[in-house]
């Protein structure tokens, strides 16, 4: 093994030991874990209170759409290990709901409103005002990847008419070039 | 001052007095909407000292008599720049500041941000560019100021006589209306 | 006498606010009874919008996350970006991106000199030291063409090598800057009108800090030392010659004392850079970036900035769209959490002179 990873190694050898769960270390200073969403309260004490890994930098919510999931991970560090732990877990998407955890950290409270508004995720028994960062929302939860945004902002704002004379520049260069336009580029594109 | 002047000649100097007092005294309202806010406190200070101009900023929309709209609006933001415009005394008037209060800019297909500013509150001068620098802000100010002295700058009056345009383009996307109505 | 709790909004509208945000207050005649934050007028769904564009095109939209420094999100976003591809950077284009980072570092310093003395009513200061941050922006300028946003930092290096006679220039600022930092200081640190308002003031518990989230200067003026440059050393950080300075605490005295020190680092580390840069590629070159695409991947990346850890937590599908780009502010916790914990029992005075020295940037919070 290498020299090196031995403090990533331990801790991903104390939290295996611990729980049931799977893990692995990505490179020095990086350490991932993929918890069940029921074990996520436990495995976040165990580190916080057991491994000393005192300060949740951040916590990030991605839709796996195809998938069905929802993605949550916690990235804890450690000011004494000097280790990044991604702790991942997934929730089902028809149905994402997910216990409360303001009481491990109290930041925990805003990103879980965030993602409450953002995604749609139910986090039973969580306090606080509903609307964290909109208002008056009445569509879909807008970071999900099926809302569009485009289309939202054709139908509700008002769209100032281009010159006539601007040309699609893009066509130009890429004639030049030889090169072929994406699909993804034209979709948006003024000439059509 | 209800006393009224028929001679035209005279009513002429007043109206140039008037304005030129007005132009040059423009007490602008602090409310850093968006990130353009960013290029005010060099405007303000030392090198481009925008002092020279008159201009200097006011802390109550009851004092001031220019709406900077420094970029983007959320629809959020912009129930509150309505708010903060309608309790402003006339003359008042408003400039778009970046290229986002014009067209949208670089937020034109985002969800939250509204694209064309004049559509929610009456607008007297666009500066473009993102973000405008100090110079370009005090040469917008400068055309606010040349429209103030022609006599052109009434749009506080145009705002109150097509209220109801106005109305309806804000509660289009503004559904949660509870704010008072000022009849001014 | 009883004394009635009344409710006061700070902000949106009001002088006293650091950017478009509102702070709601209970109040017992003077004293603060509790507070909570309310954010969301300047959500502008940028990540929303990154998934729309392509890796490159994020970049215009990347660096208006955060306004006073936009140059730590474009380092962060890139770093993540070649963590996940693999791409290596020239050694020049990693000095020169420190060249950046310190420079903007120092011109956000410059504007927080205006705005915590601005809260004190100490307005001289303001003028002086926003005034003289233009010479900064002006070094910004000649390098990447911008005042503000720079867009300078790319996946794989920087845009541009530094102009002719660049170097020079900048140690001549730096020079006049350091004369300029000895006159600040003497109009703010040994003002006693500062001193007794700062002192005891706001104060974060040394034992709570690390649990609630603080970092960066807060966090170092409770005597910690916490600083990603040296926790896990990005750039060329771990060549350079620094210190980290703490202070005991954890009152906005302590922090203000952080920044004055860090702000001579910072010209130090830039003076260091000026000197021990290397000649040769400054730029890896990407593909076409319409074609561009980054193998499937997941990466956290932090950067240290003005204000503390920022984090870029950045997902590849392996198409040449991102996606999905989670910012973390570094004020996101000092908003919220931090500032409910400590703005009670304060006198109503002090909240805009603490949100001043935690440093809380409404647009990096809600994107």
């Known amino acids: 093994m290498d020299n090196e990873l031995l403090k990533e190694q331990e801790l991903l050898n104390a939290i295996t030991k611990a729980y049931d769960v799977k893990g692995n270390v990505i490179r020095k200073g990086r350490v991932e874990v993929f918890v069940k969403k029921e074990l996520i309260p436990s495995v976040l004490l165990y580190v916080k209170e057991q491994k000393g890994y005192k300060h949740l930098s951040h916590v990030a919510c991605i839709d796996w759409i195809e998938q069905g999931e929802f993605q949550l991970t916690f990235n804890i560090w450690s000011h004494a290990d000097k280790i990044m732990l991604y702790v991942k877990t997934r929730i089902d998407r028809e149905n994402p709901v997910m216990e409360n955890l303001d009481g491990i950290w109290d930041q925990l409270n805003t990103y879980e409103r965030e993602f409450r508004e953002m995604f749609g995720i139910e986090f039973t028994g969580l306090v606080g005002e509903k609307e964290f960062i909109l208002e008056d929302w009445d569509d879909m939860p807008p970071m999900r990847r099926d809302f569009d945004t485009v289309q939202y902002s054709k139908d509700h704002y008002y769209f100032r008419p281009g010159r006539e004379d601007a040309k699609d520049v893009r066509k130009t260069l890429t004639d030049r070039t030889g090169e072929e336009i994406p699909d993804y580029a034209t979709k948006y594109s003024r000439e059509k | ?184 | 006498m009883r004394e009635k709790e009344t409710t006061l909004y700070i902000g949106p509208q009001h002088p006293g606010i650091t950017g478009n945000m509102m702070v709601k207050i209970k109040i017992k005649g003077d004293t603060v009874v509790s507070s909570s934050t309310h954010v969301g007028y300047l959500h502008r769904a940028f990540e929303k919008l990154i998934e729309q564009r392509n890796w490159l095109q994020s970049f215009t939209i990347l660096c208006r996350f955060c306004v006073p420094e936009p140059d730590p999100m474009e380092l962060t976003y890139a770093r993540a970006v070649e963590e996940i591809e693999g791409r290596e950077v020239p050694e020049r284009g990693k000095w020169i991106r420190v060249l950046v980072m310190e420079l903007a570092r120092l011109q956000s310093f410059m504007l927080w000199y205006g705005g915590q003395s601005g809260s004190a009513g100490l307005y001289t200061l303001g003028q002086w030291s926003v005034g003289d941050r233009n010479y900064v922006l002006d070094l910004f300028e000649e390098l990447t063409g911008g005042r503000v946003y720079h867009m300078f930092i790319w996946p794989g290096g920087v845009r541009r090598d530094l102009p002719k006679g660049f170097k020079d220039k900048a140690l001549r600022t730096m020079d006049y800057l350091e004369k300029r930092l000895v006159q600040y200081n003497k109009l703010l640190f040994d003002n006693v009108i500062f001193q007794k308002r700062a002192q005891g003031v706001g104060i974060i518990p040394k034992d709570k800090a690390i649990e609630w989230g603080v970092v960066g200067p807060p966090l170092r003026g409770c005597g910690i030392k916490s600083d990603v440059r040296i926790d896990e050393p990005y750039e060329v950080y771990d060549k350079l010659d620094f210190i980290v300075p703490t202070f005991e605490g954890g009152d906005v005295w302590a922090r203000a004392l952080v920044r004055r020190e860090e702000i001579k680092q910072s010209i130090s580390i830039i003076r260091q850079v000026l000197e021990k840069m290397p000649e040769g590629e400054y730029y890896n070159k990407i593909p076409n970036p319409m074609k561009w695409k980054i193998p499937a991947g997941e990466a956290y990346v932090r950067t240290e900035s003005v204000r503390g850890e920022v984090g870029f937590y950045v997902v590849s599908d392996g198409t040449e769209r991102p996606r999905r780009v989670h910012v973390k502010g570094a004020a996101y916790t000092h908003a919220f959490t931090v500032l409910d914990k400590i703005l009670p029992g304060q006198n109503i005075s002090d909240v805009s002179f603490i949100l001043n020295s935690m440093g809380a940037c409404p647009p990096e919070i809600e994107r």
């Not at chain 2, 060099?42 to 000292?49: H, K």
């Not at chain 2, 500041?97 to 034109?108: L, V």
């Open chain 2, 1 to 184: 001052m209800n006393t009224t002047i028929n001679d035209k000649n005279s009513q002429k100097i007043v109206d140039y007095i008037k304005n030129f007092a007005r132009k040059n005294s423009l007490f602008v309202m602090a409310y850093g909407t968006g990130c353009g806010a960013i290029e005010i406190p060099p405007t303000m200070t030392s090198r481009y000292d925008a002092e020279r101009f008159g201009i200097r900023g006011a802390a109550t929309p009851r004092q001031a008599d220019v709406l900077l709209i420094t970029g983007y609006l959320a629809v959020k933001t912009l129930k509150r720049v309505i708010r903060v415009y309608e309790q402003m005394q006339n003359p008042k008037y408003v400039i778009g500041f970046g290229s986002c209060t014009i067209n949208g800019g670089m937020y034109w297909d985002s969800y939250n941000t509204i694209n064309a500013l004049d559509r929610y509150i009456p607008v007297d001068v666009y500066i473009n560019g993102c973000m405008p620098r100090p110079e370009a802000v005090i040469s917008g100010f400068v055309a606010l100021q040349e429209k103030i002295q022609r006599g052109d700058a009434d749009n506080g009056k145009k705002y109150q006589e097509n209220l109801e345009w106005y109305r309806n383009n804000q509660k289009k996307i503004i559904k949660d209306w509870k704010m008072p109505d000022y009849n001014w």
